[in-house]
């Protein structure tokens, strides 16, 4: 529960690249996984014929060194124009070893995986994954390529394209690669939803790039903050217009319900009342409030019939502890130690079955009507920007080699051919004016606004405040 977008300052310190992403070389031959892919069909998840429904926990271990991580970050950027850290799960083959087997015990088919390095080869563990029958639901955003909600216009551009789309290049082969993730809390207040056309764009970009490629199909949609005065709106604008532009699937972090609780008093009626008819799947993608003991009472009412007419099941957050308290396990190098929360969640799982049938799901999609601008959501029209014409070559040539997590970060890589500096009058994804650009570093996961622990912006500002008072100090 990290917030997935760091602030203009921290923009300013850590990019200092402006050319496109080179990459450290193309990516090793992937092996196959054999799984059956998950498809879409009107509101809801298939494999197959079978209805399919996301059970999973949220996977990013090591995260908890982020504020280390995010202190040399900013000495190595700042003073010595170095990159800054990041780890891929998912090119661990060590850590796969060590936590697939719980993945199993958890009886869990679906992880998702907040940053991966998309250099690197992620065979021994998507297989591992793949044997276990579990999928994988992907952000392709990381702390140096990323947008940037204080300034979003900059940080749409060619450089952080590329970086989005060498990360499908990496994972489009897996057939249990279930999903792409184009953001994550991007718009988490009503002072910043002047960003959601620039995510909408990258939803755009992000599937037409899978089309013209001739990948699989492999949904595209968007992960959304814990902001009831946002959130339905969002869902509502990402899923309006023509198909081209249309999330694949919509998903939301939610912390509401709180055990012990009910369907009702969580306010679980309300949320299924409110998205009831919404023309796309709908799911968790972070779930399991930690006010009290987590028992896990929510995941019975999560599939059941009440619930999975409108929601395709969820995520846990998170695998991992990592110093926040919503760790079911606890791991110390390649031992794991299972927290009460595993066992509850083992119980919970495994006394609750899938409806029969679809569930309830509705066999066609439909199109929401675009919101109206309002005093909670500053969009006006259905325009969005052009794509960077710099990035329209990797439609057709492909996106090359990946910056991977040691690239020189996309914030500052802007100039006359790389960020986008028009709105589309249509929907179109084909670039018609000059382009320009920027993007943002930003934290691994998210963070919703009523749970968030740590505001990675302040953390910064008293950073540069730190380093400036020791500096002045050093002149005295």
């Not at 960003?195 to 990948?215: E, L």
Request: charged fraction near 15%.
């Amino acid at each position: 529960m990290k917030s997935n977008t760091l602030s203009a300052l921290t923009t300013a310190a850590l990019a200092s690249s402006t050319a496109l992403a080179t990459g450290t070389g193309p990516l090793a031959p992937r092996a196959s996984s054999n799984l059956t892919s998950v498809t879409i069909t009107g509101n809801a998840f298939y494999a197959g014929d079978t209805r399919f429904y996301i059970r999973g926990v949220d996977y990013q271990p090591g995260e908890g060194l982020f504020a280390s991580e995010l202190h040399t970050a900013f000495l190595t950027n700042v003073l010595s124009g170095g990159s800054s850290a990041n780890s891929d799960p998912l090119a661990d083959s060590a850590g796969c070893s060590r936590d697939v087997p719980e993945f199993t015990k958890l009886g869990i088919n679906t992880i998702r995986v907040y940053t991966v390095d998309n250099t690197a080869n992620h065979d021994d563990c998507m297989n591992a994954l793949s044997a276990a029958g579990i999928y994988l639901i992907l952000d392709t955003d990381n702390s140096l390529y990323s947008l940037n909600r204080d300034d979003p216009s900059e940080s749409y551009n060619s450089v952080y394209l590329q970086s989005v789309f060498a990360t499908i290049d990496a994972f489009e082969g897996y057939d249990n690669t279930l999903a792409f993730l184009s953001g994550n809390e991007v718009v988490n207040s009503p002072n910043n939803t002047n960003c959601a056309p620039y995510v909408k764009a990258v939803t755009r970009d992000m599937k037409n790039y899978i089309t013209a490629r001739g990948y699989r199909q492999i949904p595209v949609g968007y992960s959304a903050a814990d902001v009831d005065a946002i959130q339905q709106v969002m869902a509502e604008y990402l899923n309006c217009g023509s198909d081209d532009v249309r999330s694949d699937f919509y998903a939301i972090n939610d912390y509401s319900w709180c055990d012990p609780s009910s369907f009702t008093t969580s306010g679980w009626d309300t949320l299924v009342a409110n998205y009831t008819g919404y023309g796309i799947p709908l799911f968790m993608s972070e779930y399991g409030c930690i006010a009290n003991t987590r028992t896990f009472q929510e995941v019975a009412a999560l599939y059941n019939t009440e619930m999975t007419g409108v929601f395709s099941g969820g995520l846990v957050y998170e695998y991992s502890e990592e110093g926040n308290g919503y760790g079911l396990v606890t791991i110390s190098g390649n031992s794991v130690s299972e927290e009460p929360d595993f066992n509850n969640l083992v119980t919970a799982f495994a006394n609750t079955s899938n409806p029969s049938g679809n569930g309830g799901a509705s066999s066609t999609s439909s199109a929401s009507t675009c919101p109206p601008s309002s005093a909670n959501w500053d969009v006006t029209n259905d325009a969005l920007p052009v794509m960077p014409s710099a990035a329209s070559k990797f439609l057709q040539d492909g996106a090359g080699p990946g910056p991977g997590l040691t690239g020189a970060g996309s914030q500052n890589a802007g100039n006359s051919s790389t960020d986008s500096t028009a709105m589309a009058t249509t929907e179109s994804s084909v670039p018609t004016a000059t382009s320009t650009g920027k993007s943002t570093a930003k934290p691994k996961k998210s963070m919703s606004v009523s749970q968030r622990q740590t505001d990675v912006s302040t953390y910064w500002l008293g950073m540069i405040v730190l380093v400036g008072t020791i500096v002045g100090m050093t002149l005295l």
